[in-house]
């Protein structure tokens, strides 16, 4: 099954996207900050990252940058 995580700061945007993947059959993570979503990303096996770029203290921009330069799995 295919995992997507999805990193957004508002609640309701999660959830929202959220309920859209699991009526398609996706297995949905959440993280509302980079700091959850490292910790995801360490402990499980994510397919595809749904990633907001106006998130409070690192942006998704940042994040990216970092996963990029990084070897998480």
Same mark, same amino acid.
């Given at each position: 099954?295919?995992?997507? =995580?999805?990193?957004? &700061?508002?609640?309701?945007?999660?959830?929202?996207? +959220?309920?859209? !993947?699991?009526?398609?059959?996706?297995?949905?993570?959440?993280?509302?900050?980079?700091?959850?979503?490292? +910790? =995801?990303?360490?402990? +499980?096996?994510? &397919?595809?990252?749904?990633? &907001?770029?106006? !998130?409070?203290?690192? &942006?998704?921009? +940042?994040?990216?940058?970092? =996963?990029?330069?990084?070897?998480?799995?």
């Amino acid at each position: 099954m295919t995992t997507i =995580l999805i990193i957004d &700061d508002e609640l309701d945007m999660r959830n929202l996207i +959220e309920v859209m !993947l699991l009526k398609s059959n996706f297995r949905t993570l959440t993280a509302e900050n980079g700091q959850q979503a490292y +910790e =995801l990303l360490k402990n +499980e096996e994510i &397919d595809l990252i749904l990633l &907001d770029v106006m !998130l409070p203290k690192k &942006d998704g921009f +940042e994040i990216l940058r970092n =996963l990029k330069n990084e070897k998480i799995n």
